[in-house]
C-alpha cells in the first residue's frame, strides 16, 4: 500500500497569510492525487485533482503542485472560510489512501 | 448537477449487519465510478471501496474484505454497501462519492478518479 504523509499535522496562521501544506507518498505514482477541504460536521470538498487541476468553483487562492513523491497545497492569502482540515488522496493505485490530515487553525 | 444522499445507518450489534444506501439524483451517476470512504468519530478519511460504472469490478480496504460487498443498481441511480460481520472499529460516518471531474489532455478526455461529489454521510455505530 502507498502511505501518505502529510505536515505539518496542525498549521496556526492569520488571515491574509500564506500557507502551504505538503504530501509525501511511500512510492512515486506521478500525478494522481487529490486534496480536500473538510469542514466540522461536513462532507469534504474536492479542491485540487490530478495533483494541479483547480476543482470547478473553487476559489483559485488554492494551488496544487508536485509530482512522483512530493505534492503541496498552498493557499495564497487565506480567507476566514479557509480554516478546516486538509487532507491529500492518491488514486493512482488500490487501496487508495489519505494522508492523516492537517488542521488549519487560526493564529 | 448530481446529488448523493446516502441512508440505512444506525445502531448495530457486533456481529450484526446493516446495509447502506446511496441514491444519486441530477444527472445520471450509472457512468461513474462509485465508491464508499468512512470516517471514525475525530479521525481522518478512510476508503472503503469502490465500484466500476458497470459493477463488474469491485474492489475494497483490506480491513473490510470478506465482510463488505459493494454494488450498485444502475436502473434505481442506487448504490449499496452491505456489510456484514460488523466489528466496533468499524463504528464511523459512511459517505459515499462518485468521479471526479473530466478534463482534457492532449486532446484526449480523461475522467479524474478523485471523489468529486459526496453526500452527507450516514453513521454506523457498532456497540453493544
Known amino acids: 500500500d502507498i502511505q501518505m504523509t502529510q505536515s505539518p499535522s496542525t498549521l496556526s496562521a492569520s488571515v491574509g497569510d500564506r500557507v502551504t501544506i505538503t504530501c509525501r507518498a511511500s512510492q512515486s505514482f506521478s500525478f494522481w492525487l487529490a486534496w480536500y477541504q473538510q469542514k466540522p460536521g461536513k462532507a469534504p470538498n474536492l479542491l485540487i485533482y490530478?495533483?494541479?487541476r483547480l476543482q470547478s468553483g473553487v476559489p483559485s487562492r488554492f494551488s496544487g503542485s508536485g509530482s512522483g513523491t512530493e505534492f503541496t497545497l498552498t493557499i495564497s492569502s487565506l480567507q476566514p472560510e479557509d480554516f478546516a482540515t486538509y487532507y491529500c488522496q492518491q488514486y493512482y493505485i488500490y487501496p487508495n489512501t489519505f494522508g492523516q490530515g492537517t488542521k488549519l487553525e487560526i493564529k | 448537477e448530481v446529488q448523493l444522499v446516502e441512508s440505512g445507518g444506525g445502531l448495530v450489534q457486533p456481529g450484526g449487519s446493516l446495509r447502506l444506501s446511496c441514491v444519486s439524483s441530477?444527472?445520471?451517476?450509472?457512468?461513474?465510478?462509485m465508491s464508499w470512504v468512512r470516517q471514525a468519530p475525530g479521525k481522518g478519511l478512510e476508503w472503503v471501496s469502490t465500484?466500476?460504472?458497470?459493477?463488474?469490478?469491485?474492489h475494497y480496504a483490506d480491513a473490510v474484505k470478506g465482510r463488505f460487498t459493494i454494488s450498485r443498481d444502475n436502473s434505481k441511480n442506487t448504490l449499496y454497501l452491505h456489510m456484514n460481520s460488523l466489528r466496533v472499529e468499524d463504528t464511523a460516518v459512511y459517505y459515499c462519492?462518485?468521479?471526479?471531474?473530466?478534463?482534457?489532455?492532449?486532446?484526449?478526455?480523461?475522467?479524474?478518479?478523485?471523489?468529486?461529489?459526496w453526500g452527507q454521510g450516514t453513521m454506523v455505530t457498532v456497540s453493544s
Open positions: 462519492a462518485n468521479d471526479g471531474p473530466q478534463y482534457s489532455e492532449g486532446g484526449v478526455y480523461y475522467t479524474s478518479r478523485s471523489f468529486g461529489v
Open positions: 441530477g444527472l445520471t451517476s450509472s457512468n461513474s465510478v
Open positions: 465500484v466500476s460504472d458497470g459493477g463488474s469490478s469491485t
Open positions: 490530478r495533483a494541479s
